[in-house]
């Protein structure tokens, strides 16, 4: 028997607003569990640059375009940079994020060698600052990582520091009193009178590890023209290098930032080390002269008579250069290049007290088969940048 219910219409529809209800809700529930589990992301503001570049200047290996690209930042960018320089890649960041908006990590920082290694062995990084040629060229840089260009901007040379705690001792004041002399006069017998001081054990200098730092092999290197010049020429190259192994004068550590410490409570007297971190650290400073310093290009051809064999290559002395690049790999290619060009655009001026040689002109270094970014081809094209060759090995 069929019955009628005068409310059947309005219960089938108050039942199917239920379960359009119920959908709802749940899939509000479920957008909301899926938001939960995704990590957050805050977003500053968006970058947007548009590149234009001429053909006429740019080298035959270089491609070039109009790009335009959109950047969106979340996370920082990371500067990889010699610890030497650690002083001035914080001025470079705090100058670029200030101008842009776009954030910086904490710069990492070791040896360039050490740095080169981490970058090939795949660590996360964005931008590499390097004071080593060979660590940006494709001899440090594996394949998966090496850019195939390099821009050279900057050069440093080479002094030794020392703090107070040296002149508390009298062997270091003898090493001291016969630099004064040196200096002063600047005669060869008077430079051969400080480094065999220097070199006699009866102080310690601090030279880091040359495989690991640059700085390292730059400090045998230092005392091999040392001996070239002061000690009787090529047949008395080794001299001071002789006498510092001979008489256990030197002290090593994983890099000259890292013996720092060491030469300002007196466990070592003087330090192997770069004048813009020697100026920059507030240490004071030995200045060697143009004959060993590695510090004039123009002395390249002198600085070449000397080399120093690591376990997977031999480095020829040769003037000290701050370079710059982004590997393949970085973790944001259009801001990491964007910070490339501000530093080659800016670093004149914001690191004016490093005592450091701005070249004006930079030097861009490009691999043929290997792809320069636009803003780096737009600054090559309107003459902040010259063209100097592939990097090499």
Known sequence: ????????NSSR???????????????????????????????????TT?????????????????????????????????????????????????????????????????LAADI????????FLSISHGSVSNHDLSAAVYPGWAIAFAGDQFDIAYSSATNSTAAGQAVLAAYATASATNTTGAWYNFFNNLTSGAVKIGISNPVADPAGYRGWLALELAGIAYAGGMANEQYFVDRT??????????????LVPALESGQIQFLFYYRSAIVSGGLDLLQLAN???????????????????????????????????????????????NFVAFVIVHYAALLKNFELTPFVPAHLYNDTGYTVPAPIVALLSNGTLIDKGPVGS
């Open 1 to 8: 028997m069929n019955h009628n219910n005068p409310f059947g």
């Open 13 to 47: 529809g108050i039942a199917t607003a239920l379960v359009a209800l119920v959908v709802i809700v749940i899939i509000l529930l479920a957008g909301l569990a899926y938001f939960a589990t995704v990590p957050s992301k805050t977003v500053s503001s968006v970058v």
């Open 50 to 114: 548009v590149s234009t570049v001429s053909a006429a200047s740019v080298p035959p290996s270089t491609v070039t375009a109009t790009v335009t690209s959109t950047s969106i930042f979340a996370n920082p960018l990371l500067l990889y940079s010699a610890d030497s320089q650690v002083k001035e890649a914080g001025v470079l960041e705090a100058a670029f994020t200030a101008q842009t908006g776009i954030p910086m990590a904490t710069p990492v920082s070791a040896g360039s060698g050490a």
């Open 120 to 127: 090939s062995a795949g660590d996360p990084v964005s931008v």
């Open 245 to 258: 192994l001979s008489n256990h004068a030197n002290v090593t550590g994983a890099s000259a930032a890292a």
């Open 291 to 337: 004959p060993v310093n590695l510090g004039e290009a123009v002395d390249n051809p002198f600085y070449g008579q000397a080399n120093y064999t690591l376990p997977t290559e031999v480095e020829t002395g040769s003037a000290i250069t701050l370079w710059i690049t982004v590997p393949k790999d970085s973790t944001d290619p259009t801001d990491s290049v």
